[in-house]
């Protein structure tokens, strides 16, 4: 089993900052996907960024340049920077893992709690 914990999120006046933490606790053998994604309310949920263990990232359209995902793979955590926030940002974020527990065993979708950020005036 392998538990996600995040934390970061707020309250934030449009153009500011915020960064996510999400750490990965229990029996981990390889985290081979880290990432973030989002829901709004009344909307389905959407990736928003995904780092790979080979160090390959990977960004939603929407991201532009605003976001850094980043990952500490000692500490079993990753983070995302995002910057330039917009109101249309505002949604709960969910920190999101693709475990698998040994070397030929099949990979398993992990979900966090999520956390609200909500981007407003």
């Known amino acids: 089993q392998v538990q996600l914990l995040e934390s970061g999120g707020g309250l934030v006046q449009p153009g500011g900052s915020l960064r996510l933490s999400c750490a990965a606790s229990?029996?981990?053998?390889?985290?081979?996907?880290m990432g973030w994604y989002r829901q709004a309310p009344g909307k389905e949920r959407e990736l928003v960024a995904r780092?790979?263990?080979?160090?390959?990232?990977d960004y939603a359209d929407f991201v532009e340049v605003r976001f850094t995902i980043t990952r500490d793979n000692a500490k079993n955590t990753v983070y995302l920077q995002m910057n330039g926030l917009k109101t249309e940002d505002t949604a709960v974020y969910f920190c999101?893992?693709?475990?698998?527990?040994?070397?030929?065993?099949?990979?398993?979708?992990?979900w966090g709690q999520g956390t609200q950020v909500t981007v407003s005036s």
């Open positions: 229990g029996s981990i053998f390889r985290l081979t996907v």
């Open positions: 999101h893992a693709l475990h698998k527990s040994g070397p030929v065993s099949d990979a398993r979708d992990y």
């Open positions: 780092a790979f263990s080979g160090g390959f990232n």
